[in-house]
């Protein structure tokens, strides 16, 4: 579950598709988020939206290595 909430995320962002994500992109979001999902959203699995809601609603409460992560991947795609 939890190695698709990059591709979730930053796809529902409208600045980037999941294309576009780097692996080394995926993988350091799924490292750096895994433990704010799993805290956060248990047991909501991707591919309905109840992620993507659930990371939104909980923004402010995700780490600061979490929120810098996907904060510095959708920095990259956008230059």
Do not use: H, W
């Not at 979730?8 to 294309?19: E, G, Y």
């Not at 959203?41 to 929120?67: F, R, V, Y």
């Amino acid at each position: 579950m939890l190695k698709y909430f990059a591709v979730a995320f930053l796809a529902s962002t409208s600045v980037v598709s999941a294309q576009q994500l780097s692996m080394s992109d995926k993988l350091a979001l799924r490292d750096n988020c895994k433990d704010d999902i799993q805290k956060l959203c248990p047991g909501i699995k991707p591919g309905d939206g109840g992620l993507m809601a659930c990371i939104k609603t909980n923004k402010e409460k995700l780490s600061p290595t979490c929120s810098s992560t996907i904060k510095d991947v959708l920095a990259k795609r956008e230059n």
